[in-house]
């Protein structure tokens, strides 16, 4: 049995980052065109993409989300389609979602860290 | 493609909406000004590339876009017509043409620039809180 110091978690969590940044740019696009007249909003799918990938043993490496126009959303008088407060309920799950990953990172690096040093405080 | 991309694109959200926030100013200050015409800021998506530079890949550069004030358009609506002969603007018939606006309209605009600008600022601070717990990760 190989032992591989970064495991495929690292490479999964560091995709889950890649991708919550790529879609914190989407929704503030949204944000900043909800008064603009006939924007169309976007939005970013990944998730099931990498769950996919990684149910698969494939690579994550390869995940790539896509980006589309947001159905049935309401549209208004002037064509604008942005839903504002879905778009900042998303803002803020994106965000959670991204310190999570973060935090998994540091954790996972913290217990490298405990074993290297044997146990011992560093 | 980062978060200072994100932040950038905030940031032209930011100031589409101080540009529509002078208006509405400019509107209410003008409401009684004889031969003012109500202006309006016309917001387009900024896919502007010397704006953005190459930092956004192309697939995002169409779908990701910050926003830009293209022009301020002005109001062609009709005037409000005022019975006052006395006033040396008055036309023939006694009547001065009043500015069409209407500071109840003015004022419901302005809280809802207000409340876009906030979240704007909401979604630049979520990109700064995201960057400090990545740096985080190296601690």
């Known amino acids: 049995m190989s032992i591989k110091v970064f495991d495929q978690t690292y490479e999964a969590l560091a995709k889950a980052l890649e991708l919550r940044t790529e879609n914190q740019t989407v929704i503030a696009s949204n944000i900043a065109n909800a008064d603009t007249p006939g924007f169309q909003a976007q939005e970013l799918d990944f998730e099931k993409a990498m769950s996919k990938a990684l149910g698969s043993g494939r690579d994550v490496e390869n995940v790539e989300g896509d980006i589309h126009t947001q159905v049935n959303n309401v549209v208004r008088e002037d064509g604008n389609t942005v839903d504002r407060d879905a778009e900042m309920v998303s803002l803020a799950q994106n965000q959670l979602l991204y310190d999570a990953a973060a935090d998994l990172v540091k954790k996972k690096l913290a217990l490298l860290k405990y074993s290297i040093n044997d146990g011992g405080s560093h | ?139």
Do not use: C, W
């Not at chain 2, 905030?10 to 109500?38: C, D, F, H, V």
């Not at chain 2, 302005?110 to 704007?120: I, L, P, S």
């Open chain 2, 1 to 139: 493609m980062d978060l200072l991309s994100s932040m950038r694109i905030s940031a032209t959200g930011l100031s589409a909406q101080s540009t529509r926030l002078e208006t509405i100013a400019s509107n209410l200050a003008n409401a009684e000004s004889i031969g003012y015409k109500r202006k309006d800021p016309v917001m387009v998506p900024s896919t502007d590339r010397e704006a953005f530079g190459e930092i956004l890949k192309d697939k995002l550069d169409e779908h990701a876009q910050g926003v830009l004030v293209s022009e301020i358009h002005e109001d062609e609506s009709p005037p409000q017509l005022k019975y006052d002969p006395s006033n040396p603007h008055a036309r023939p018939d006694g009547y001065v043409e009043m500015p069409n606006v209407n500071p109840v309209i003015e004022t419901a605009n302005m809280v809802a620039a207000q409340r876009a600008y906030e979240a704007n600022i909401t979604a630049i601070n979520a990109a700064k809180a995201m960057a400090m717990k990545a740096l985080d990760i190296g601690k």
